[in-house]
């Protein structure tokens, strides 16, 4: 049986306290039948102090032995520099990780000018296309932070590492994405990992609605969901431009191919 064909994305979820996008990527098949090591690679939304904003998941103190259970020992935060000065990651303490910050400015939920241009009426809707767009230019954009991150994930010594953003969505998604290209994960899989954000926090406009009175929620809240076409668009994109996406993140990220065997050998399973 084609083990990609067979895989189902959702078991890579994990219903641990009260996050609703943490997700193990263990299991996640590659093209020449090896998979992705279980508790290597955790990728989730933001987790905050109880209080601090509705918007994110609280870390409540209750929780803290299921959070400690994963064995997370680096926490990798993407969110802009504004974003975790204002509200503190709670990742680290809950597992009792160290904290990288790796800044990526550009976020969906967070700090976009996409909010800002739509509450004052520059934009009046936002698409699948505009998303890929939104993802092509961070991409190129951010080649030093996403290099980074890369390498931060090729270090046995950093496993297992948390990725995070606010939503675990945007900035998450691409990271994640190029990780799995680099370890040889079909292009169908990889899009599928990244959609699965919109199962298990779907309709998620309606937390961001008193942003947006008097707008039509329907018609921008494809900004806060994960459709396919845009992370499919967005890597074909990089195809084109570098031959492949391992192109990029060498051509453009600076990650050598020594970095990227060191994520293949440390990351999957045995031939």
């Known amino acids: 049986m084609d083990e990609t064909a067979a895989w189902d994305v959702r078991s890579t979820h994990r219903p641990v306290g009260a996050t609703t996008n943490l ?8 093209e020449d039948g090896r998979a992705v090591l ?12 109880p209080g ?4 994110c998941t609280a870390w409540l103190p209750e929780h803290t032995d299921a959070y400690r259970a994963l064995g997370v020992r680096t926490v990798l935060d993407l969110r802009s520099a504004g974003e975790a000065e204002r509200i503190a990651s709670s990742w680290p303490e809950a597992t009792g990780a160290d904290y990288v910050a790796l800044p990526i400015e550009e976020g969906g939920e967070g700090d976009t000018d996409y909010v800002r241009e739509i509450r004052t009426g520059v ?3 936002f698409t699948a296309a505009d998303m890929a767009g939104y993802y092509a230019l961070t991409l190129r954009r951010r080649t030093v932070e996403f290099g980074a ?10 496993h297992p590492v948390l990725i995070h953003c606010a939503a675990g969505k945007d900035r998450t998604g691409l990271l994640v994405a190029l990780l799995l290209e680099a370890l040889g994960v079909a292009r169908e899989v990889v899009v599928a990992d ?3 954000t919109g199962v298990l926090r779907p309709d998620r406009v309606q937390a961001y609605a008193d942003l947006f009175e008097g707008i039509d929620l329907a018609a921008v809240a494809t900004l806060f969901d994960s459709p396919a076409a845009a992370m499919e668009e967005a890597l074909t994109g990089l195809d084109v431009e570098c031959g492949s996406v391992t192109g990029f993140l060498v051509d453009r990220c600076g990650v050598t191919w020594s970095e990227i065997d060191s994520l293949r050998a440390n990351l999957l399973s045995p031939s």
């Open 123 to 125: 934009r009046t809707g």
């Open 23 to 30: 997700r193990d990527l263990g299991g996640t098949p590659t």
């Open 149 to 158: 991150g890369l390498r931060i994930l090729a270090d046995p010594g950093r």
């Open 194 to 196: 990244y959609a699965l």
């Open 38 to 49: 279980s508790g290597r690679v955790y990728r989730a939304e933001a987790l905050v102090a």
């Open 52 to 55: 601090t904003t509705t918007r």
